[in-house]
Structures are given as structure tokens and as C-alpha cells.
């Protein structure tokens, strides 16, 4: 409903910030990280939002950007994850640590963000990873992926260095699971 606010900041505090687009006053929620990196009061300033309906209450959840909010909407679809809790996931991870804590399977990460259990980080984890995977992936499948990387693991990379080697590498279309495991060892020599 509504995309995004472009207008000056008028005021800020811990978690929200206050929009004036056209003389209309606007309180916007967002992550602490986004905050950090509003700007200052009177500047013109542009925030996409997220418009938030539920039978008490109507609220705008904001982002620096279009990827912080699309992470949002991800976890809000997950089953236990309102939306003060995906502020508070956003307020602890940038987007990219966010990505590589639920691709890599960091519940420990997941959980650093207030209000946040281990139950809660293991099912954003299960819900989001393989989505997360498919998009960023340059393959049209991921189908070896498990399988290097365990593969990786047993030659004693972490998940971490193995994710970030699989994801680093150019995919030629038809390669074989071994020679994908072989270009994530060149990635990572």
C-alpha cells in the first residue's frame, strides 16, 4: 500500500523516525542499523516501507533500502516472527550477515537480536535458507550444494568458507558435482 516515503526527517529517536512528506507527519519504525544511517534532522531523506495491518493496529515498519525490506517481509512470513521481532533480527545483522546467518545455519547469530530464541533462529533458518539459496545463486539449481559442502566440511572448511566459496564460483552450465567441489577448492587455495 504504501512503498516508500520520500520527505525530511523531521525528528528521530531510539526506534523510530518521524517523516514529514507534505506537511503529513509520518512515525516510521525501523532497525537501529537504519537509523545509525538516516542522516540528520532536516535533511530530505527517502525510506521504503512496510505497511503492517492487523485487527488492533496499523503501522510502518522502514528500510534504507530495498533489500533490508524484502529480508523483512521474509521473516515476518515466518510462523512466530512478527514484525518487532524482524526489527529487532535487522537492528543486529545488516542484511548481508542476516543472508549468510540463515544460508550457513548461524541460529547463534540469529538469536544475538533481542527477543529472539533458538527455536525462532532455527525456524527462520529452515523456512528462509533454501530461498536464500536459490536467489543469490548463479546456478539454475542447488542441487550439489548440500553435497559440497559437506564434501568441503570433511576436508576441514568451515560451513561458512564453504558457502562463501560455492557462491564464488563461476557455474558453467552442466558441470558435475565434482568438478564444482573442484573449482570451490581453486576459489579457496
Same mark, same amino acid.
Do not use: Q, W
Given at each position: 500500500?504504501?512503498?516508500?516515503?520520500?520527505?525530511?526527517?523531521?525528528?528521530?529517536?531510539?526506534?523510530?523516525?518521524?517523516?514529514?512528506c507534505g506537511g503529513v507527519g509520518y512515525s516510521?519504525?525501523?532497525?537501529?542499523?537504519?537509523?545509525?544511517?538516516?542522516?540528520?534532522?532536516?535533511?530530505?531523506?527517502?525510506?521504503?516501507?512496510?505497511?503492517? %495491518?492487523?485487527? =488492533?493496529?496499523?503501522?510502518?515498519? #522502514?528500510?534504507? !533500502?530495498?533489500?533490508?525490506?524484502?529480508?523483512? /517481509?521474509? *521473516?515476518?512470513?515466518?510462523?512466530?516472527?512478527?514484525?518487532?521481532?524482524?526489527?529487532?533480527?535487522?537492528?543486529?545483522?545488516?542484511?548481508?550477515?542476516?543472508?549468510?546467518?540463515?544460508?550457513?545455519?548461524?541460529?547463534?547469530?540469529?538469536?544475538?537480536?533481542?527477543?529472539?530464541?533458538?527455536?525462532?533462529?532455527?525456524?527462520?533458518?529452515?523456512?528462509?535458507?533454501?530461498?536464500? %539459496?536459490?536467489? =543469490?545463486?548463479?546456478?539454475?539449481? #542447488?542441487?550439489? !550444494?548440500?553435497?559440497?559442502?559437506?564434501?568441503? /566440511?570433511? *576436508?576441514?572448511?568451515?560451513?561458512?568458507?564453504?558457502?562463501?566459496?560455492?557462491?564464488?564460483?563461476?557455474?558453467?552450465?552442466?558441470?558435475?558435482?565434482?568438478?564444482?567441489?573442484?573449482?570451490?577448492?581453486?576459489?579457496?587455495?
Amino acid at each position: 500500500m504504501i512503498a516508500f516515503l520520500n520527505g525530511r526527517l523531521d525528528s528521530i529517536d531510539e526506534t523510530y523516525v518521524y517523516i514529514d512528506c507534505g506537511g503529513v507527519g509520518y512515525s516510521v519504525m525501523m532497525p537501529s542499523l537504519d537509523i545509525a544511517e538516516i542522516g540528520n534532522v532536516g535533511e530530505s531523506i527517502k525510506v521504503y516501507t512496510h505497511f503492517h %495491518v492487523t485487527e =488492533n493496529e496499523m503501522s510502518l515498519y #522502514g528500510f534504507n !533500502d530495498k533489500k533490508s525490506k524484502e529480508l523483512f /517481509e521474509m *521473516l515476518i512470513s515466518v510462523s512466530g516472527i512478527g514484525p518487532k521481532a524482524g526489527i529487532a533480527i535487522l537492528s543486529e545483522l545488516t542484511p548481508d550477515e542476516l543472508m549468510n546467518a540463515l544460508i550457513t545455519g548461524d541460529v547463534k547469530a540469529i538469536c544475538a537480536a533481542k527477543g529472539v530464541g533458538k527455536k525462532i533462529a532455527e525456524r527462520a533458518i529452515l523456512e528462509l535458507a533454501s530461498e536464500l %539459496v536459490n536467489v =543469490n545463486s548463479p546456478r539454475k539449481t #542447488g542441487a550439489f !550444494d548440500s553435497d559440497v559442502i559437506m564434501a568441503l /566440511e570433511a *576436508l576441514g572448511y568451515s560451513k561458512t568458507e564453504s558457502r562463501e566459496a560455492l557462491n564464488n564460483v563461476d557455474y558453467v552450465e552442466g558441470m558435475t558435482e565434482e568438478d564444482l567441489l573442484k573449482e570451490c577448492l581453486k576459489v579457496m587455495i
